[in-house]
């Protein structure tokens, strides 16, 4: 079995992925979401059996409040929850932006020698680095930083029962330009009590009305907008992955630049690349999602978590571009709980006359996605 939820993260993201067994699957978790939904995964946790506590990888994309906040509350700030273990952890931090290393864990009695952490930034108040400091961080990489090397091919990791997640970004260049950035973004996103807020002045809000729809070409009109690239360097280093597993792919794109993941995916394949679910990035920014990005990939589902929080994502332009220029038809949009601006695409109306589907979770479990393999 492979199943991925994705969980109720306020304007973020949390998702949990289970594949295997389906009585006792690996699992790998990718963000916590803020503060508050750290604490509603801790909750999740605590109700499972001691012995279904293992997690073969976290990974933390990056340092916005909306992916790190919910590590904090969870882990990093509580108290060690029995049979709780993560093989590893996958965060760029300081020490990774200029391509520098951290050293794993020792045993007791053992030292490290390195410094890293120290950098990470007054603000950060040893909330996050004490915590790290005790895990397997990076260690799939020796220590060294979750990248892409453009023009080498992309570095693939294979975890139990040959699940392979293959990094599409961030590049070199996208950490080394978050370093003069990186105090700043790390004091906001570790800010106590503020978590559910966001980054001011990185994203435009969107529209409060749903869009005039009322003809086929009125869609295409919508999906033609015009609009920035995303200017959040945070973002620029987010660490973005193609999963496989038996038969599946998905694609998990963190807040990626949609320039990057066209690239990465270009490197893992030098034609349209068959994925069978894509989780978009940002949130469904109309920033982040382009018509050459989702002509990249051939899929027909297509992943929104968001709640609308602060910005109202997703985006109406993003949405036309995924049902416009998408490869497959009729494409399902998958929404990890309803909202305002989401549910405007649920109008019977549109589904007919622009040929798609939606799917909502709720605002206690989120949304789960079951994807059979060839062993079902």
Known sequence: MLELTMLPARQGDALWIRWGNADSPHQLIIDMGTEEIGDNIRRRLEAL?????????????????DHIGGVLTCLAETQPLPGLS??????????????????QP??????????????????????????????????????KPVLRKPGA???????????TLTVLGPTPDRLREFIPKWKEEVAIALEKDTLHEVSPGLESYGPKTPPDLEAPVDLEILAKSN??????EANGSSISLVLEYKDRRIVLAGDAFADDLVAGLAEVAPRQLEVDAFKLPHHGSKNNVTKTLVEAINCKNWLFSTDGTQFRHPDAVAIARVICYSSQRPVTLFFNVPSTFNRWWSNPDW???????????????????????DDD
Do not use: C
């Open 106 to 143: 020792v045993p007791a009695g053992g030292s490290r020698t390195d410094s890293g952490l120290e950098s990470f930034g007054p603000a950060q108040g040893e909330r996050l680095s004490n915590w790290l400091r005790k895990q397997t961080w990076n260690r799939a990489f020796a220590g």
């Open 227 to 232: 609009s920035a690239g995303d200017p959040s």
């Open 153 to 163: 091919a992309p570095t693939t990791i294979t975890l139990a029962d040959g699940l």
């Open 49 to 65: 059996d001691d012995t279904k506590r293992e997690f073969e990888l976290l990974v933390v994309t990056h340092v916005d409040r």
């Open 86 to 103: 993560f093989k590893d952890v996958w965060f760029n931090g300081w020490v990774h932006l200029n391509g520098g290393h951290v050293s």
């Open 351 to 373: 589904k007919e006359m622009y040929h798609y589907q939606t799917e909502y979770g709720d605002d206690n479990g989120g949304l789960t996605i079951g994807f059979s393999t």
